[in-house]
């Protein structure tokens, strides 16, 4: 809204609003340290965020399946699911969060206002879901690995769908085999049959996950068979803590029965498809990193130059056409963006 535009009453209200929020917001801060320094709340111990909505978390501390409400210190901003932080328990199993520990690495997406925001910490993997059916082109692949190499967490290619794959592979098989060459775990699934997912429960074992892929390639299929249990899939969540289901875009974590955890929101099923700059699509395509730098002209764009080491590369096969036409392909979508 345009400030100018408001009227000096409004403008009155507005500001006695927020008096108010900070007065109340300082207040419980002032109650807070109250009890803790009157010892109303128990030593200091560490926890992860399995789900939080607003200035309120759901904090689970490592070998225990019980969740605990917390809050936060005033001085603690912007803690996502998947932080480790340091928490303190009161009487009724509720809590307060008092520090964050460092971060492995944080998933981040543009808000409405275009502002990256965290969403969620510490994740050891991307499942970069695809399938048989809806088939991905090659490039919207390549699209997702570039933004998972953007943020230095490790891509998987998942495979899903498997049992609509004909005999020999098709062409799937082939374009697989590439990624293969080029270092990426590549994991085939299918939620259709016995043991269909034994090679994803392998590869999800003691790490913490996050699935990504466009819609129709079988995440929600996927996860409803990873975390069978309805009970399990909303969490050993206390009674208080079910409340805040309405904030379902929330991301949230959840300890897979056969070990590992995964993280899932709609926002993050999506990452990928969100902005990236020229450099980071570069470095995204991993066999081009040994050669950057080693173009003759330091500028060089990789376009047309002469003595571009990419091209002479390409030339030789040392990096595949396809990847390359990709690599054009997506940084000519960033023009449009
Ligand atoms: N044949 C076959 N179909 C599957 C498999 N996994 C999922 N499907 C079907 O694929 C369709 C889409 O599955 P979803 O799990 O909704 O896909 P999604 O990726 O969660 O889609 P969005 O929610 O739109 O992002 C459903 O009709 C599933 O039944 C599989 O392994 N084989
Ligand atoms: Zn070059």
Redesign the pocket.
């Known amino acids: 809204m345009n400030k100018r535009k408001l009227s000096r009453q409004q403008r009155w209200r507005i500001e006695k609003i927020q008096a108010e929020r900070a007065a109340r917001a300082d207040k419980q801060d002032a109650r807070e340290a109250a009890s803790l320094e009157a010892g109303e709340y128990g030593p200091e111990t560490p926890g992860r965020v399995i789900a939080h909505f607003g200035r309120t978390l759901d904090v689970q501390a490592p070998d225990e399946a019980a969740l605990h409400r917390c809050h936060l210190r005033a001085n603690l901003d912007g803690l996502v699911t998947g932080d480790r932080v340091f928490w303190r328990q009161a009487r009724d199993g509720s809590g307060v969060v008092v520090a964050r520990d460092t971060r492995d690495n944080v998933l981040e997406r543009p808000d409405p206002s275009g502002r990256l925001k965290p969403v969620a910490a510490n994740i050891g993997q991307i499942l970069i879901?695809f399938?048989?059916?809806p088939a991905p082109h090659a490039n919207l692949i390549d699209r997702y690995l570039v933004a998972a190499e953007a943020t230095g967490i490790t891509p998987v290619l998942v495979l899903?769908?498997?049992?609509?794959l004909p005999e020999s592979g098709g062409e799937l098989g082939k374009l697989l085999a590439r990624y293969a060459a080029l270092g990426y775990a590549v994991v085939e699934?299918?939620?259709?049959g016995e043991h269909?997912l034994d090679a994803l429960h392998d590869r999800l074992t003691g790490r913490t996950s996050a699935f990504v892929?466009?819609?129709?390639?079988?995440?929600?299929?996927?996860?409803?068979r990873l975390l069978p249990d309805e009970a399990l899939r909303i969490g050993a969540l206390s009674a208080d803590s079910r409340k805040g289901t309405h904030t379902t875009t929330t991301a949230r974590l959840y300890r897979l029965p056969a070990g590992g955890e995964l993280i899932d929101s709609p926002g993050i099923?999506e990452f990928g498809l969100t902005h990236l700059d020229e450099q980071q699509v570069t470095e995204g395509f991993i066999e081009f990193r040994e050669l950057l730098g080693r173009c003759r002209f330091r500028d060089c764009r990789h376009r047309n130059e002469p003595g571009c080491a990419l091209l002479s590369a390409v030339e030789r096969g040392d990096i595949l056409g396809e990847r390359f036409a990709s690599y054009r392909r997506i940084l000519d979508s960033l023009a449009d963006d």
């Open positions: 879901v399938a048989v059916e899903n769908k498997i049992d609509l699934a299918t939620t259709q269909g892929g466009q819609s129709g390639v079988g995440k929600s299929s996927l996860i409803d099923r």
